[in-house]
């Protein structure tokens, strides 16, 4: 453990689903700032509105850094979202991701964000998941990914990804086991009366793969 | 069903908990605009910052609505958190929400979220809980109330209070299968790979009730 706080970048874009940012951040945190302190962070400072698959009204957030000047990043996290696909395309996006990865400690996604690591290159030569109802779209950005099908979350040691939306909370439970022990994660999740669904390899929703639009 | 889409009014204060505010959000948000919309409302539009017990620093969010120009609400979705403590003592939050729940069809909270239910005097004679680390602040607010120690959530018809955080997202799920039906709220739970926990009754976290801080 450093002596310095883990800096995390959470990164926002337009079209972000909520509890793939904001379910790992409530764990995040719960964690004392001498330990780890998280940092906002879109393509330019300023308000980023979430995304909703069902075209709700979704709410708005801010962005304290954009990506010229947030610092320097021990942690990163990306969320997923209807987002994404547009992001995909958006070359700062993957350049920052890029440029940022090669640096921290630990890069994370949550949900189609795996997509958006594919597209930069970030996961080739190593295991990762991704969405279950949308799987295809990561797995489309490159085939040099070993794609696990069937995970809660995958941790590759730098790069560890997860399931579709509420999986990113059992995987930054993980990421917090792996970083400050066993007893802060259990006690992290108490807190939030959280029943964390330790196992990565367990997955209730693999029978869903590729099955589009739930709503 | 109404012909009209459902207002929900998410009501944030400064210091509100993450996940009581956005794990409900992330489900409700996951059906169609033309069932239900959202608008986010503080005690004046604009900036709102979360708490976190820890003293980390917390995102910050937009509210579309102030407290005087809020549309009429359906339902309420009212958070916990840190900052549940000094809005006790906020007479224009109380005011609001007393006024605003009169009309709704539902009004619920998560967390300590209750605590300012029970205060606003919108629990008295009604079943009820609240997070479980801190019970004693709900309980401490009203002696009106049939306040439940051992609850996931409690739904005592117009209003629907939780227990700590994650329970939130149990107790927006059981609303939704109230107003829209079972399957409905299913396909919302699956599309957020979120293994529900179904029974209100069932409350894993009782052992802790008043344990105080987790971390």
């Not at 906002?40 to 698959?53: H, L, Q």
């Not at 947030?70 to 996290?77: E, G, K, N, S, V």
């Not at 547009?86 to 350049?95: D, Q, W, Y």
């Not at 440029?99 to 030569?125: F, H, M, N, P, Y």
């Amino acid at each position: 453990m450093s002596d310095k706080p883990l800096i995390l970048g959470a990164v926002l874009y337009e079209g972000f689903e909520l509890l793939d940012m904001f379910g790992p951040l409530e764990m995040f945190t719960a964690l004392p700032p001498d330990l780890l302190q998280v940092v906002m962070i879109a393509e330019t400072a300023g308000s980023v509105t979430a995304g909703s698959m069902a075209g709700n009204n979704m709410p708005t957030f801010i962005a304290d850094y954009g990506y010229d000047d947030a610092p320097q990043l021990d942690l990163i996290l990306l969320p997923g979202g209807v987002g994404t696909i547009p992001e995909l395309e958006n070359e700062k996006t993957l350049s920052f991701l890029k440029a940022r990865a090669s640096e921290a400690q630990i890069t994370s996604s949550v949900c189609s964000g795996s997509a958006l690591l594919a597209k930069a290159g970030l996961l080739d030569g190593k295991k990762a998941t991704s969405n279950k109802m949308f799987f295809s779209l990561a797995t489309a950005q490159s085939d040099k990914v070993n794609w696990q099908e069937q995970a809660r979350w995958v941790d590759d040691d730098d790069v560890v990804t997860s399931s579709g939306v509420s999986a990113g909370i059992d995987m930054s439970l993980a990421i917090i086991a792996r970083l400050f022990g066993q007893e802060v994660a259990d006690r992290v999740a108490i807190g939030a009366e959280y029943t964390w669904h330790r196992d990565a390899d367990t997955d209730p929703f693999t029978q869903y793969l590729n099955d589009g639009a739930p709503t």
